[in-house]
């Protein structure tokens, strides 16, 4: 199994910054694709952005220019640079990879706990 966790949530002004990392852990054997999601109250989850193992990169349209997600495949770590944040990207955000497991020959999809982002106004 694959362990997912995330770090670096809180509470911010309009206009801040903040950094989202998460780690993940367990009996890797290779990591793919790996992405956040957020969910806002009462609403879906949402695709934020994604990075391939090769470091391609893609962006939901909402915050193209103002995050960035990037990877270390030797820490199996991914993280989310969030800056010119406004209220509405107020979610809790979600990390998620897909994972090869020693004694799988599949692929699955692994999703983290969870951490808060909060935006004032």
């Known amino acids: 199994q694959v362990q997912l966790v995330e770090s670096g949530g809180g509470l911010v002004q309009a206009g801040g910054s903040l950094r989202l990392s998460c780690a993940a852990s367990?009996?890797?054997?290779?990591?793919?694709?790996m992405a956040w999601y957020r969910q806002a109250p009462g609403k879906q989850r949402l695709l934020v952005a994604t990075?391939?193992?090769?470091?391609?990169?893609n962006y939901e349209d909402s915050v193209k220019d103002r995050f960035t997600i990037s990877r270390d495949n030797a820490k199996n770590t991914v993280s989310l640079q969030m800056n010119s944040l406004k209220p509405e990207d107020t979610a809790v955000y979600y990390c998620?990879?897909?994972?090869?497991?020693?004694?799988?020959?599949?692929?699955?999809?692994?999703w983290g706990q969870g951490t808060q982002v909060t935006v004032s106004s």
């Open positions: 998620n990879a897909d994972a090869i497991v020693y004694g799988s020959r599949w692929t699955n999809n692994y």
């Open positions: 990075v391939t193992k090769g470091g391609i990169t």
């Open positions: 367990g009996s890797i054997v290779s990591i793919g694709t």
